[in-house]
């Protein structure tokens, strides 16, 4: 008896995959690339506020080019991996080669373990950062957005340039705050790869209508940084890092009081609708 015959299956469709690129999101990414890149080279020829300074500017294309791809409908898979990709040469790379030619290479002289501690803390920076921009590509969408998990790698970059940027205005080498420079670059690894929330700003309207209070502040802004641009990015970002540390201990603070109030306390069961985490 001869078999029945199988009915056809049907091929699946080919999926057609785009062959092009935007154009205009793309070229500032690819412009804050080449900020980090050329912060690496003027750093080798030892101009380290040129590095520095470029630095910062690949902070500003890199806040540009989401924005841009977000007004112009723009978005694009391949956009967020090369701006992943361009933001660990910009603020992974480019900080810890800047952070170790200035001051950590200078340990090289001061025994078999130091003189490795210093390459070794720009390695741990450099490995946070990577590790930072891929935790925070996988739970795009899963987190709230009002909060950043771990200290973004353009602040961190900030705190690292910044230092170098503020030392050198003031004339001190790199060797005369090697010890500040090394907690620096330890701790500015470790905030990006903590668990620690920071403010993203992400909920403030551009596009929509702010109090006058709000122009007067961001116009104080500009002046205040146009008086003392090294100055003023440092402690600035420095405080920005530290204010995750800060209100974490704020909230297990809380979290330690409501526990010693107790349920029935008036107080607390006022508080009691708010969860300690936001």
Same mark, same amino acid.
């Given at each position: 008896?001869?078999? =029945? ?6 091929? =699946?469709?080919?999926?057609?995959? &785009? ?14 690339? #080449? ?46 991996? %090369? ?5 660990? !040469? ?56 009002? %909060? ?24 001190? &080498? ?18 990006? #790869? &903590?668990?620690?929330?920071? #403010? ?39 405080? %920005?890092?530290?204010?995750?540390? !800060? ?13 010693? +109030? ?6 607390? &069961? +006022? ?8």
């Amino acid at each position: 008896m001869a078999e =029945p015959l199988k009915p056809a299956t049907q091929a =699946p469709p080919e999926v057609r995959r &785009s062959r092009g690129v935007y154009l205009l999101p793309n070229l500032f990414t690819t412009a804050a690339l #080449f900020c980090g890149f050329y912060a690496i080279i003027a750093a080798l020829n030892h101009r380290f506020e040129p590095a520095a300074i470029a630095v910062f500017i690949a902070m500003v294309l890199d806040g540009l080019d989401g924005r841009v791809a977000r007004m112009t409908h723009t978005e694009s898979e391949f956009g967020a991996q %090369y701006d992943s990709l361009a933001d660990l !040469v910009s603020f992974g790379l480019a900080p810890a080669l800047i952070m170790y030619i200035w001051a950590l290479g200078t340990m090289a002289e001061m025994g078999p373990f130091l003189s490795k501690l210093g390459w070794l803390a720009a390695f741990f920076y450099t490995v946070m950062a990577a590790l930072r921009l891929a935790r925070f590509n996988v739970q795009i969408g899963s987190t709230d957005k009002r %909060y950043f998990i771990g200290l973004p790698s353009p602040s961190a970059a900030a705190v690292m340039a910044g230092l170098v940027w503020f030392s050198t205005d003031l004339g001190l &080498s790199g060797a005369q705050v090697l010890w500040p420079a090394l907690i620096v670059t330890i701790s500015a690894g470790a905030l990006m #790869f &903590s668990n620690i929330l920071y #403010f993203s700003f992400k909920k403030v309207d551009l596009r929509g209508r702010v109090p006058f209070i709000a122009v007067l502040i961001i116009v104080l802004l500009f002046v205040f940084t146009s008086i003392d641009p090294p100055k003023v990015l440092f402690i600035g970002f420095l405080l %920005y890092g530290l204010s995750g540390p !800060v209100l974490l201990l704020w909230r297990w603070r809380q979290r330690i009081r409501r526990r010693a +109030q107790g349920p029935g306390d008036p107080s607390n &069961s +006022q508080a009691g609708g708010r969860s300690d985490q936001p």
